[in-house]
T-cell receptor, first 115, second 114 residues
Framework: AQSVTQLDSQVPVFEEAPVELRCNYSSSVSVYLFWYVQYPNQGLQLLLK??????LVESINGFEAEFNKSQTSFHLRKPSVHISDTAEYFCAVSDAQGGSEKLVFGKGTKLTVNP | GAGVSQSPSNKVTEKGKDVELRCDPI?????LYWYRQRLGQGLEFLIY????????KSGLPSDRFSAERTGESVSTLTIQRTQQEDSAVYLCASSLYGPYNEQFFGPGTRLTVL
């Protein structure tokens, strides 16, 4: 069985500060890794994903995440956040070995960017 | 194009009543998923449909929960004899086939059981 742990339920930061949202996973098989974001009053949408190859993946709005197999982590980072980054962020994994296609989600981290 | 739609957006019901939630996936998406999000919790997988294959029902919490999908179109999630612990936001997602593909989520149905 797979599980995802997001250690921080809430992260408040000031605008233009760096931020890291932590995600650790547990799985007996290889996985695909995802970060989904839910902006206020909007549905969940994909932010970025790791499938294979380079362990560093980036989104179009400046977020990046690095897959660390030895630490089973996929932390999300941004060097300078904006007010518009205020949202709830969910880390998720899926089975890369042909098992179920379901996503297993963490409990989410609410990022609040203050002026 | 149109995204995933769900109806109703809100549903308030009395304990013991049956409810039916509807999901219209993106056209051409063969995979359809139902998830549940309880207050303060992550998304919990309920059921997965892929084309004409047998659905993966491994996440359904009890036999009061069931779901159907007609071909590669509309899906309905039915909860019988609702309980207060069924109160949650029920999310539907659709995707192209493959666990590496992005899942596109609907806006959800907020179910409140009194």
């Amino acid at each position: 069985a797979q599980s995802v742990t997001q250690l921080d339920s809430q992260v408040p930061v000031f605008e233009e500060a760096p931020v890291e949202l932590r995600c650790n996973y547990s799985s007996s098989v290889s996985v695909y890794l995802f970060w989904y974001v839910q902006y206020p009053n909007q549905g969940l949408q994909l932010l970025l994903k790791y499938l294979s190859g380079s362990t560093l993946v980036e989104s179009i709005n400046g977020f990046e995440a690095e897959f660390n197999k030895s630490q089973t982590s996929f932390h999300l980072r941004k060097p300078s956040v904006h007010i518009s980054d205020t949202a709830e962020y969910f880390c998720a994994v899926s089975d890369a070995q042909g098992g179920s296609e379901k996503l297993v989600f963490g409990k989410g981290t609410k990022l609040t960017v203050n002026p | 194009g149109a995204g995933v739609s769900q109806s109703p957006s809100n549903k308030v019901t009395e304990k013991g009543k049956d409810v039916e939630l509807r999901c219209d996936p993106i056209s051409g998406h063969t995979a359809l998923y139902w998830y549940r999000q309880r207050l303060g919790q992550g998304l919990e997988f309920l059921i997965y449909f892929q084309g004409n294959s047998a659905p993966d029902k491994s996440g359904l919490p009890s036999d009061r929960f069931s779901a159907e999908r007609t071909g590669e179109s509309v899906s309905t999630l039915t909860i019988q004899r609702t309980q207060q612990e069924d109160s949650a936001v029920y999310l539907c997602a659709s995707s192209l086939y493959g666990p590496y593909n992005e899942q596109f989520f609907g806006p959800g149905t907020r179910l409140t059981v009194l």
